[in-house]
């Protein structure tokens, strides 16, 4: 994996101190490519790349890479998983004398023969810059599902871009006004989603997007490439469906291993991870493969039982990391100055962490972030269905009653205790289904953030940009609709935010084999009927493992990895979130009211109310704000070529 930055000039001629800020931005992302960097300077373009060698480490492969005549350029993150098998099909060294045995010059031999069309026929995970000095033209592209980041700035006759926002910062035209609408929505879904960042003048590009320039006329135009179908086949039968679905997850495992340099696998204790290190070890019998976890410091949340008698089976060389509060005080400004914006994502610091323990070993991690999304295991998707049976079985008043005795159980900070559900379910069952589905996993409900947030009182509620997604897909069964939801915000905005950055702030590519364009196709064209049958979630993916799975991980529920920031607030994370959540701290974002805020914090501690997901949403907006807006003390924390 890499990291890219650069700048296009709408129609005019770039500068001589333009170009050295392309420098800076790339200098900027040398965790992400410390094996090399590379610079391809034109009239109207400057690209800059840093490269992590996994595919051809030669020198052949470097970055940004030309065509034989130098008349195209590829600046490129990524990985194509299906590069080989395009690389055949297409017969391409009958056309393309090739120099290196990866990816990057595949993609410059398809552009060759089919022009920028290529692009629905790759699987993997990218964002490049594409320029093309014969027709005047380049492209920026991300990948399908959002994998790769890709972040622009236009300005009046510049787009400028990177693959992190810290490399825009010192851009000319950068400015740190605060994106409320992004800020906004943060407090109810714990990341910022679309095309917003914490910044008003940076945008992210979105999976399937990618922006076209015309050099010559100085324009650009934003637009996708690629929609994912949900086109049921209603012709399998269960048994026919399992038995494609396992044929197609192994050949995304296998794909996703190819690598010259070393790899190894997450491992949660939960099906996603188990299903990969199963088809892994399926693949490679003889070989040797470290797996990597995390166990959390709190009973209720620890998942090591699951994560040995995985390893166990599959007979891998395992590695376990133990995360308790005070790792969190060590890592937790660090982790936030790579990821660049604010992300309550329970998860990141002990992803951080692995991956920072993994780069010691290896260089490539396979993941099973996507799983959820593709296989409908999540306990919303269950809910959607659960609610249209609560609704027509029983009588409103009877609900409302059965609502009131749910919001009056004691509360309880343990992992998804029962007090938490039964409160959550009752009230977002009574909202639409779109309301319902962000309500289950809301952070601050509307009115919560009105009061939080006076003076943005106004802004529309969260759940109503997410509307037009759901109503796109009209006709399509109710799971496929939430279902693209969560492909299309969640695992961008929020999974790939955590992924991305904390590993490549130590060096490390992930890899998501569920998110492997020719899996995914083929697991929604499986009836959603069959994706949960009756209550049971990810039945489909459960059928077609169940030869390699051992019986206790194939019978077990669904438990994602989480922190145990409730519990820990009260305890030993108190001092260091005080420390944070000062009067003077808040009052410094400008639309937190810091009398609301800091009477949550002693609601909780005097446990009237968990407020443990909103206040961590709090404490990671404080420090990220402290860190690039009332201070670049950002800079103090990442690593640089020494």
């Not at 023969?113 to 000095?133: Q, S």
């Not at 917003?196 to 650009?220: M, Y």
């Not at 920072?356 to 070993?361: D, G, I, M, N, P």
């Not at 409302?400 to 992992?415: E, F, Q, S």
Request: charged share 25%; net charge negative; hydrophobic share 40%.
């Amino acid at each position: 994996m890499c990291g890219i930055a650069g700048v296009i000039g709408l129609g005019t001629e770039l500068s001589g101190s333009e170009r050295d800020h392309v420098r800076e931005m790339t200098a900027r992302l040398f965790h992400r490519g410390p094996d090399g960097d590379g610079f391809s300077d034109h009239r109207h373009v400057s690209l800059g790349n840093t490269r992590l060698a996994v595919m051809d480490l030669t020198q052949a492969a470097a970055l940004p890479m030309s065509s034989p005549d130098g008349q195209v350029v590829l600046c490129y993150n990524g990985e194509v998983t299906n590069f080989r098998e395009l690389r055949e099909q297409h017969s391409l060294d009958r056309t393309w004398q090739f120099r290196t045995t990866g990816d990057t010059e595949v993609l410059l031999a398809l552009y060759d023969r089919f022009g920028i069309e290529f692009l629905p026929m790759l699987t993997g995970m990218f964002a490049f810059c594409l320029l093309d000095l014969r027709i005047g033209k380049c492209w920026l592209v991300r990948d399908f599902f959002g994998i790769r980041p890709l972040f622009f700035m236009p300005t009046a006759d510049r787009i400028w871009f990177g693959s992190e926002i810290k490399s825009l910062i010192d851009a000319p035209g950068f400015r740190a006004d605060l994106d409320h609408e992004g800020l906004w929505d943060f407090f109810t879904l714990a990341y910022i989603p679309g095309d917003h960042t914490p910044f008003a003048c940076v945008r992210e590009l979105q999976g399937s997007e990618l922006i076209e320039v015309d050099l010559n006329k100085g324009t650009w135009n934003r637009k996708p490439y690629y929609q994912l179908r949900y086109e049921p086949n209603l012709n399998w039968s269960e048994k026919e469906a399992a038995e494609g679905l396992f044929w197609q997850m192994r050949d995304s495992v296998r794909r996703n291993m190819q690598s010259d340099a070393r790899l190894g696998l997450t491992l949660s204790g939960g099906y996603d991870t188990s299903t990969i290190l199963a088809l892994a070890r399926d693949l490679q019998p003889d070989a040797e493969i470290h797996t990597w976890s995390i166990k959390m410091a709190e009973a209720s949340y620890d998942e090591s039982d699951y994560q040995h008698l995985m390893a166990k089976h599959a007979d891998t060389v395992h590695h376990e990391i133990t995360v308790g509060p005070q790792d969190v005080v060590d890592t937790f400004v660090e982790h936030l100055a790579y990821l660049d914006e604010p992300s309550a994502n329970g998860a990141a610091v002990p992803s951080y962490i692995l991956a920072r323990e993994a780069s010691k070993l290896d260089t490539v991690l396979l993941s099973g972030e996507g799983g959820d999304e593709t296989f409908n295991a999540y306990e919303t998707h269950v809910a959607s269905k659960v609610r249209r049976m609560y609704r027509g079985a029983i009588a409103k008043p009877a609900r409302d009653l059965i609502r009131w005795t749910a919001h009056n159980l004691p509360v309880r900070h343990k992992k998804l205790s029962f007090d938490f559900l039964a409160k959550r379910f009752t009230t977002g069952a009574e909202k639409d289904v779109v309301d319902a589905h962000l309500f289950w996993r809301h952070t601050f409900t509307e009115e919560d953030k009105q009061r939080l947030m006076p003076t943005l009182a106004a802004t529309r509620p969260t759940w109503t940009s997410f509307q037009p997604i759901y109503d796109a897909m009209d006709g399509c069964d109710p799971l496929d609709r939430i279902s693209a939801i969560d492909i299309r915000t969640y695992f961008i905005a929020d999974l790939m935010v955590k992924n991305d950055r904390t590993f490549m702030a130590h060096s490390i590519e992930g890899r998501f084999p569920y998110m492997d364009r020719i899996l995914l196709e083929y697991a929604q064209s499986i009836p959603a009927s069959m994706r949960i049958k009756g209550l049971r979630r990810r039945y489909m993916q459960k059928q077609a493992m169940k030869r390699l799975m051992p019986k206790p991980i194939q019978n077990r529920g669904n438990f994602g990895l989480e922190m145990p920031h409730s519990t820990w607030f009260a305890k030993d994370l108190r001092d260091f979130a005080e420390s944070w959540l000062t009067r003077d701290r808040i009052a410094a974002l400008g639309f937190i009211d810091p009398d609301v805020a800091l009477k949550l914090w002693s609601e909780h501690l005097d446990r009237k109310v968990d407020h443990g997901r909103g206040l961590w949403s709090l404490l990671n907006l404080v420090v990220w704000h402290e860190l690039f807006v009332r201070s670049s003390s950002w800079r103090d924390h990442l690593r640089t070529p020494s």
